[in-house]
């Protein structure tokens, strides 16, 4: 079983709808990294997430450190959204590396 | 300022090859760290560096190496390439803690190993 799980691994929607992307984990972790990968490799940092909630532009993401779980919402979704989604966590033990999971991809289609 | 570069983009090489790869952070990060791209396992961390030294490394074989220089530039070697080292090779840097602080990643150097 991985570390990080994702899910949906696919996500086909219309334009304009409201978008949650899930992720859990399976240690204990010190922070978690939402990140944008789009076509041609190139990866954005959306979030990064100790505790609670983070809100930028039409993206937000939450965490639930007690549950080990953390979402990625997308209100009002364009097709420029569309991309993989990946969470990553850093363990709260051991080496610092970030663990990452399989990722979202996301089409929004117009 | 200028962002996270990576050289070369794209590189072919043949089983038994060494590679180089070079990656340049943003201007005042000290952090750089690596990571493996591929269909099969997805990202995987490779080794993360700070100020010349490596403090994070990932699971991955000792034919994997890197350094990072004075200036924070780094590079990463892969010696006796095998197929399954075909991959995206993604570099990211931050300020100082690449993983409480924002990371900015590079493009990477897709790597085709014949």
Known sequence: KNEVEQSPQNLTAQEGEFITINCSYSVGISALHWLQQHPGGGIVSLFMLSSGKKKHGRLIATINIQEKHSSLHITASHPRDSAVYICAVISNFGNEKLTFGTGTRLTIIP | ?114
């Open chain 2, 1 to 114: 300022k200028a962002g996270v570069t990576q050289t070369p983009r794209y590189l072919i090489k043949t089983r038994g090859q060494q590679v180089t790869l070079s990656c340049s952070p943003i201007s005042g990060h000290r952090s750089v760290s690596w990571y493996q791209q591929t269909p099969g396992q997805g990202l995987q961390f490779l080794f993360e560096y700070f100020s010349e030294t490596q403090r994070n490394k990932g699971n991955f074989p000792g034919r994997f190496s890197g350094r990072q220089f004075s200036n924070s530039r780094s590079e990463m070697n892969v010696s006796t390439l095998e197929l399954g080292d075909s991959a995206l090779y993604l570099c990211a840097s931050s300020l100082t803690v690449p993983y409480l602080e924002t990371q900015y990643f590079g493009p990477g150097t897709r790597l085709l190993v014949l």
